[in-house]
């Protein structure tokens, strides 16, 4: 998809109503294909035991855990839902480890002495 000559990516939203999913329906709209190896997407198998239920469907609960989906529940509306793929570790810990970069006077700066405090990091580069 294409706006004013920059690319925008789509996300899929997945609403659903209860947690338990004909995997064809799954398959088309998340790409996600319940296979015997686990689901797969393209080339891409994640192992995913228990996923798939004596009837016949998937455990949502069990999916979004092995592939790192979101999945909230909105108990007023009686839905779920679930979102893409984080795709990796992206945001698993929001530990920095102590590392020491020079400051504006050429003095060892150490992101440990920061700490219990909030704080934003800005980098910049002159290329």
Do not use: N, Y
């Amino acid at each position: 998809m294409e706006r004013r000559g920059r690319r925008w990516s789509t996300v899929r939203l997945v609403i659903l109503t209860e947690l338990a999913v004909d995997p064809a329906d799954f398959a088309s709209r998340t790409g996600w294909d319940a296979k015997p190896q686990g689901l797969c997407k393209g080339e891409a198998c994640v192992p995913a035991p228990g996923a798939m239920r004596a009837d016949g469907r998937l455990d949502v609960e069990v999916v979004a855990a092995r592939l790192g989906m979101p999945l909230v529940h909105d108990e007023a509306h009686g839905v779920w839902a679930l979102g893409p793929e984080s795709g990796g570790r992206a945001l698993t810990t929001c530990t920095l480890p102590d590392v020491a970069l020079p400051d504006r006077s050429g003095e060892a700066f150490h992101f440990s002495s920061l700490v219990g405090r909030k704080a934003i990091i800005v980098a910049w580069a002159s290329w």
